[in-house]
C-alpha cells in the first residue's frame, strides 16, 4: 500500500519555466514533509521540507506548498536550471516515530537548455 | 567534515549467498538508517541503528540483520540471498534518531544473481 504517491514519472520543463512536483500522501498521521533530490550513482540529497502546521515553506528558487485538507504537497522551482534535472522524491513522517522516511516512487524531472 | 560513506559501491552475489555491506556514518552522527530502493521504486525503510541498538524496523524479513559499532558505523547482513534483493541499498546518518535531517550516502548497487 502506498502511503505516499507520486502519480507522474517523469516532467519536462524548458529552462527559466517554473517546474511543479506533486505529491499526494493518504496517511493522515504524517505531520512533516520532506523533498529530496537525487543524481544518477548519488544517494538522496536533502532539497526542503515542511512541517504540517504550515502551508508553504520557501528556501531560494524552490517553495513547497502542502494542502493538509486535500493530503497533497507540490514543489515548486522557479526559474528551473538544467542542473536541476534530477530525480525528486517526496518523503513523510510521523511525528511519534520520526525514525521512518515514507517515500514515493519519485519523479524524473529534466530541465531543456 | 566527511559525509556518509558506503562500501562497497557495487557487488554481485549468487542466489542463497550471504551480504555485508558497509556504512559510516557522518563525523557528529551517532544514528544510521538503511533503506532498500528497488528499481523504479522509492528508498523503503529497512531498520535504523542508534547508540547500537536497533530502534526500529521496517515490513523485511529476519534475515536482514544490522549492527552498529562504536565509533557509529554500521553493517546491514543479508542472508541466504533473493533475485529480489537486487537493489539499491542506501545508509542515512543523522545526530539524534530524527530522520529530519537525514544525510546519505551515495549507495550500494547489490545485484543477485
Known amino acids: 500500500d502506498q502511503q505516499v504517491k507520486q502519480n507522474s514519472p517523469s516532467l519536462s520543463v524548458q529552462e527559466g519555466r517554473i517546474s511543479i512536483l506533486n505529491c499526494d500522501y493518504t496517511?493522515?498521521?504524517?505531520?512533516?514533509f520532506l523533498w529530496y533530490k537525487k543524481y544518477p550513482a548519488e544517494g538522496p540529497t536533502f532539497l526542503i521540507s515542511?512541517?504540517?502546521?504550515?502551508d508553504k515553506n520557501e528556501d531560494g528558487r524552490f517553495t513547497v506548498f502542502l494542502n493538509k485538507s486535500a493530503k497533497h504537497l507540490s514543489l515548486h522551482i522557479v526559474p528551473s536550471q538544467p542542473g536541476d534535472s534530477a530525480v525528486y522524491f517526496c518523503?513523510?513522517?510521523?511525528?511519534?516515530?520520526?525514525?521512518?522516511?515514507?517515500f514515493g516512487k519519485g519523479t524524473l524531472l529534466t530541465v531543456n537548455p | 567534515e566527511t559525509g556518509v560513506t558506503q562500501s562497497p559501491t557495487h557487488l554481485i552475489k549468487t542466489r542463497g549467498q550471504q551480504v555485508t555491506l558497509r556504512c559510516s556514518s557522518q563525523s557528529g552522527h551517532n544514528t544510521v538508517s538503511w533503506y532498500q530502493q528497488a528499481l523504479g521504486q522509492g528508498p523503503q525503510f529497512i531498520f535504523q541503528y542508534y547508540r547500537e541498538e536497533e530502534n526500529g524496523r521496517g515490513n523485511f524479513p529476519p534475515r536482514f540483520s544490522g549492527l552498529q559499532f562504536p565509533n557509529y558505523s554500521s553493517e546491514l547482513n543479508v542472508n541466504a540471498l533473493e533475485l529480489d534483493d537486487s537493489a539499491l541499498y542506501l545508509c542515512?546518518?543523522?545526530?539524534?534518531?530524527?530522520?529530519?535531517?537525514?544525510?546519505f550516502g551515495q549507495g550500494t548497487r547489490l545485484t543477485v544473481v
Open positions: 496517511n493522515s498521521m504524517f505531520d512533516y
Open positions: 518523503a513523510a513522517i510521523i511525528g511519534g516515530s520520526n525514525y521512518k522516511l515514507t
Open positions: 515542511i512541517s504540517s502546521i504550515k
Open positions: 542515512a546518518s543523522t545526530e539524534g534518531h530524527s530522520n529530519t535531517e537525514a544525510f
